[in-house]
Each structure stands twice: as C-alpha cells, then as structure tokens.
C-alpha cells in the first residue's frame, strides 16, 4: 500500500522535479522528510515552490541529502515571493483512499477515569504511527463524546472524530463491511482483508473490571446496525498470547503488514515488549520440560540453549528466560549435561506422566563428575 510519502514523491516525479529543499532549519534532521513535509503540505501549512537559488540543504527523492534544489518546502505566505509549483490542493487531489483506523469508543464509561486517560495515550500513539505513513486523518474516535474530547491532549482537528456510534459514521462514508480486530475471533487476519474500507479496534484498556470477551460486544453491535463484520485475531505462531494488546501496537502491527510488507509474526515481534515476550515463554517453556526424579524429588528440566531459539521470535532478554524459569520453578541445563543425565536415568511413569529416574547411587556420580 502506497505512503503518503510514496504520493508526493510521484508527484514531484511528475512535475519534473528530482530533489527539494526547505527554507528553515525545521526539516533538517528528519528521517523521513518526504512523509513529513508531505504531511505539513496536505495540512495546509506550507506549498513547494520555485526558487531563483538553489537551497543549501535538499534532498533526493529516496530521502537522501543532496547538495541542494531550485525547489524547495516554504509556508504559504512565501506564495507572494516565489511561484507555487505544488499546493496543498494539488497534493490532497492525489491521495487514493486509505482505509479508516476506527477505534471504538462505545464502551468508553466502564472504564476508569485512570483507563480513560490511557485510553487517549494510545489514541495519541495511534495517531503518531498513521501519521508516519498516510495523513492521521484515517483514524476515527467514535462515539467521540465530551469528555473525550474534554481529555484527549492530542490533535483533535488533525484525527476523525463522530460523535454517534461507528455504524451511523459507516453509514455515512458508505462502509458495509468492515475488519474488527478481535482476538477472540476464530479467523485469523489475511492480506485478503486488507481491501475492506475500514479497520475497528475495541478502545478497551483492560487494567481493572470485567472487560475480558468485550470485543465481540462491538463486533454484535455493528452487525445489528447491518454492518458486515469480519472478526479477525492477529496471532505469533498460531496463538494470541505474547501478541501486545495496546490499541496502538495492535495498529503498529497492521500497518507493518500492511504497508511495510512484514510477515504477521515478524510484525508482532516488532511491536512487541518483553512483558509481552514473558506471557508466551510462560506457555511454551513448560512443553519442552523434563521431569527428572532423583532420590524421590523431581526436578523439570529445560535446555538453556532454548534461550536462543526463543529469542529468535520473542522479544526476550537473558534476565527475562531467567525471571520466567524461577516463576515455573524450571531449572535451565546445558543440552550436554541434559544428554549426560539422559543416560543415567531410565523412563518411568508416576502418576500418568512421564520422568526419567536416576537412581541413588548415579545421581552421587553424577555430582561428582560436575
Ligand atoms: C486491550 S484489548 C481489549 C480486549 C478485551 N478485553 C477483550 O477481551 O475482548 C483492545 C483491543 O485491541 C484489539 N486486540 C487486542 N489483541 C488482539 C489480537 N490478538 N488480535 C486482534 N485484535 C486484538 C481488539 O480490537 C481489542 O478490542
């Protein structure tokens, strides 16, 4: 999917222009000044124009510095000065049609006023990210009531709000079906599902009351509207547990499958926190333990080089593995060692599960060998 950044650098392309300057320091350290003085330029700020010298800083059309440009970013009262070669207008006329980033806000009062403000953290998060690519705009707070607006300390005139239900603003873009990001849904989020006009997001932070299952709430409301709802998960290996739950990462990870290519997995990982890493090591570390019995104590065992394999897809820390074996009473051994007691001990079953004994006297030799 095409960035705005994408869009203005087509546009640019078009008009015969290969590099762009600015006229104030305000760029200058920008990693990605197309996207950003593209944004300033949609947001009526600013135009490019042509300039009888050369700028002394410029830019490529890939985002590289360049010696300088006859064309440069200026704010719009430059218009007398120097002639407009792109305006606001001319740019805003070449966007295609993002989808809507709505985040629904309807269960907005079984939340805390302490849940209300995290709430508006991430929306403000949410539109740091969307910004980063299209124009912020495509994210939508519905129902946005009054004391949302009364708390929220991001830019309200540069997001989407409505004021009545998600359906009713659907309705009126002309949106029948649409992809709620749920993570109790049984279908999994394809790039099939890219192609819908918009994306919901439960605006649910979960840190006290009974808000587990609200999601499909949402889902239930929208189809009652006569909205056609597809429930999707976005899951790390097949399971939804270890993926991050923030509203704003759950965007991040979207647009990072969506625009910048990236596998679901490879997304979540980028998105993810080592909290988030620690929930799904809890759940995979006891599936690869070996339960050893020695002199009547057993004792589960893990391969410390998991540490390795694990990080590959999680985003842990050694102090992390460490933190969740002592919480699983787990203990970490070498896979050398672990070969070494394997053939010490032999197979038996007590009480339906499977360990490995070793007897008294191997168990002393064992000791002393280490
Ligand atoms: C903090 S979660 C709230 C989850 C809610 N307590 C529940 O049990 O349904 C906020 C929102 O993020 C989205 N979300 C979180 N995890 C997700 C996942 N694994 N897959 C898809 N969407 C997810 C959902 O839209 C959800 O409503």
Known sequence: MKTLADVFRETLKEKGISSFGVLSKRFRGSKNPLQEVALEIINGKGAIFRLPEKTAHAWDLKGNRV?????????????EKFEMVLS?????????????????????????????????????????????????RELTVAPAGEEFRRMFR????RITTYEGPVAG??????IGEVVLLDPWADEVLTGEDFEVGAFVVGGIVDTSGKKRGTTPEIGRELEGAGIKVRRRKI????????????????IGILLGMMVDGMSMDEAVYEFQEPRHARWRLRKELPKRAIRYRINGKTYRVVE????????????????????????LDLIALERKRIHRLNRISVPRVIK????RVILLKKAAMLCYNC
Not at 169 to 174: Q, R, S, T, V
Not at 237 to 245: A, H
Not at 310 to 327: A, H, P
């Open 67 to 79: 010696g300088g440009s006859c064309y440069a970013y200026a704010p719009m009262c430059m218009g």
């Open 88 to 136: 606001p207008e001319e740019l805003r006329s070449k966007l295609p049609e993002w989808p809507f980033f709505i985040i629904d806000l309807s269960l907005w009062d079984r939340h805390t006023s302490r849940e209300k403000g995290k709430l508006c953290l991430q929306i403000i998060q949410s539109y740091g990210l969307l910004k980063d690519h299209f124009t912020g």
């Open 154 to 157: 991001g830019p309200l005139d």
């Open 169 to 174: 603003f659907l309705k009126e873009k002309g």
């Open 235 to 250: 899951v790390l290996k097949g399971d939804v547990i270890g993926v991050p739950d923030r509203i704003n990462r759950i």
């Open 304 to 327: 410390k080089e998991l540490f390795e394999s694990y990080s590959n897809w999680l985003k842990i820390r050694w102090e992390d593995f460490v933190k969740v074996l002592r919480e």
């Open 352 to 355: 339906g599960k499977l360990h």
